[in-house]
């Protein structure tokens, strides 16, 4: 018979207790039956699906269950396969913790943690994605709702942490961080999507750059290597095709007539165009 849901994640906060801080106080935590529980009697109780919620506000998001439900699908196509292999080989043998920060729907993190030991954590303010991550089969892994600019994990707790298309707080991240532990993070490149990008926006919005993304890491950590990803992926079908226009930001920006345009004549392959950089913090 399968665990429930709620059970695997009481005993992996029985087991692994000690990686949370309480995000109100900053003190350590405890397991006690399905929630954690600071001294000063704050209290975070698993959901039905085995997941936390830390915040102490709602936080709106325009990332939906549509959106993040079809970037699961691309991510398990293959759509970041060349991605998902080089994370792999840069993960280290041993490892306490391997948190990714924003994980959306959690695929990811999923697919990177099926070789790695210890506690694997995934959380995003978005509650769609967080609940979406909580249906995958995955082992010693919890999912949380929760806030990057104040963590509620212990200092020098995690091994690796995961940012890959999300925002940063570099300062919570050099906190959580063991003293060797390090940070790897996926920024999009300039020819990132760029047929989407071509087809949805104004001339004047095409050409983007990253690079003060770049440059902030640069200066907040020392780079230990950075790989530069180049490639198209085939796109196989029209459910694959819709997958993509629905899973990227850039649809916001597109008219009902554009969508249906595009959806009328697709391209055959996207490009995907990625800067690949693990760090440590001073």
Known sequence: MAVKKITAAAEFLNKFSHLFRCPICHEPMTAVFNSLRCASGHEFDLSKKGTLYFLNHQIKTEYGTDMLAA???????????????????????????????????GSFLTQLATQQP???????????????????????????IADLTNLPFADQSATTILNIFSPSHYQEFARVLQPDGTLIKVIPGSQYLQELRHRFLPDEKIAYSNHPVQQRLNDEATI????????????????????????????????????AELLAHPFAEITIDLEVIQAKFH
């Not at 769609?128 to 995958?136: M, V, W």
């Open 71 to 105: 970037r699961g699908r691309m991510i398990r196509s293959g759509l970041f396969q060349p991605l998902i292999t080089l994370i792999q080989s840069w993960l280290p043998q041993q490892s306490d913790f391997l948190l990714d920060v924003g994980c959306g729907e």
């Open 118 to 144: 210890g506690a694997k954590i995934g959380f995003d303010i978005s509650k769609p994605g967080i609940y979406l991550a909580s249906n995958r089969p995955s082992d010693q892994t919890l999912w949380a």
């Open 224 to 259: 230990l290597q950075q790989q530069h990803l180049h490639y198209t992926y085939p796109l196989k079908d029209t459910n694959q095709f819709t997958d993509l226009m629905v899973m990227s930001p850039l649809e916001w920006q597109a008219s009902n007539d554009q969508k």
